[in-house]
């Protein structure tokens, strides 16, 4: 019974100490500003992430989406977890997922505990269109025998 009660006041303690220490990003929102570069750049292809001003050794997780309006855009996470330094700088280069569409598109950028974003947009390009278009010629007939 006794440790049962040490467990729990130990979990309680963690639990406050979990909470006094969440960063005032939380609180106050997130700052900084994070840029792509380039910022036009085809599917597939590595690009780079630059940050500043970000809260100082914290992690950021990454999700695209395309296109960069509201309605109904296709998004992906991007495997790739990035730190900050010590002095709120960040750079980090990672490959972009090939998504089936191009065009306007954001990187949300996420700090670990905060629900807020920052945004840095960019340009997909190197999709191919898909049409219905016309269908294919039809197949040349064989060239017909000359009779002597």
């Given at each position: 019974m006794m440790r049962r009660h040490a467990f729990l006041a130990l979990g309680i303690l963690v639990g406050i100490a979990v909470l006094a220490t969440t960063p005032a990003m939380a609180k106050a929102g997130l700052r900084g500003s994070v840029r792509i570069t380039?910022?036009?750049?085809?599917?597939?292809?590595?690009?780079?992430?630059i940050g500043t001003r970000l809260p100082a050794k914290t992690y950021f997780s990454l999700i695209l989406s395309v296109p960069n309006t509201a309605r109904s855009p296709w998004k992906t996470f991007i495997p790739t977890l990035a730190k900050s330094s010590a002095h709120g700088d960040l750079r980090i280069k990672?490959?972009?997922?090939?998504?089936?569409?191009?065009?306007?598109?954001?990187?949300?950028v996420y700090a670990t505990g905060s629900a807020q974003a920052l945004k840095a947009p960019l340009t997909l390009t190197g999709c191919k269109r898909i049409s219905a278009g016309a269908p294919p010629a039809p197949p040349v007939p064989p060239k017909k025998k000359k009779r002597k």
């Open positions: 380039p910022d036009r750049v085809a599917i597939g292809k590595t690009v780079t992430l990672f490959k972009l997922p090939v998504v089936p569409l191009c065009g306007p598109a954001t990187l949300f």
